[in-house]
C-alpha cells in the first residue's frame, strides 16, 4: 500500500522559514515523479513545486520561485520542500503527491498518489 506522509508544517512568521519533508511509502520512489501542492478552503488545489525520478529536473509555480526548493533524497525515499521568504498568501494545507511518470508535471491529474496533507499558516 502506497503512502505518503507529510510533516514540518506549522504556524510561522512572515519572512520565516519552513522544511516540509514527504515520506514515501510502497512504492519503487525512484521510478516516481514528486510534487508539492497546496490548497485553501474553497478554492482548488493548486500546483506549487515538481522534481523528476532523478532530482535533475525541477518546476516552480511562478509566485514561489526564488524562495521554495524542491529536492528529493533517493536513500531515504523523501522529498523535501524548503520555503524561505514565507508569505501571508502563502498559508495553505500542503500536499505531497507521486505521478507514474518519470517527468515533472504541474497537473494534479497526473499525479496517482496523494497524502494528507499538512497545514502552513504564515501571520503578517
Known amino acids: 500500500q502506497v503512502q505518503l506522509v507529510e510533516s514540518g508544517g506549522g504556524l510561522v512568521q512572515a519572512g520565516g522559514s519552513l522544511r516540509l519533508s514527504c515520506a514515501a511509502s510502497g512504492l519503487t520512489f525512484s521510478r516516481y515523479a514528486m510534487g508539492w501542492f497546496r490548497q485553501t478552503p474553497g478554492k482548488a488545489r493548486e500546483f506549487v513545486a515538481t522534481?523528476?525520478?532523478?532530482?535533475?529536473?525541477?518546476d516552480y509555480r511562478d509566485s514561489v520561485k526564488g524562495r521554495f526548493t524542491i529536492s528529493r533524497d533517493r536513500a531515504k525515499n523523501t522529498v523535501h520542500l524548503q520555503m524561505n521568504s514565507l508569505k501571508p498568501e502563502d498559508t495553505a494545507a500542503y500536499y505531497c503527491?507521486?505521478?507514474?511518470?518519470?517527468?515533472?508535471?504541474?497537473?494534479?491529474?497526473?499525479?496517482?498518489?496523494w497524502g494528507h496533507g499538512t497545514q502552513v499558516t504564515v501571520s503578517s
Open positions: 503527491a507521486a505521478s507514474r511518470a518519470s517527468g515533472t508535471s504541474t497537473y494534479t491529474s497526473n499525479y496517482s498518489y
Open positions: 522534481i523528476n525520478w532523478s532530482g535533475i529536473s525541477t
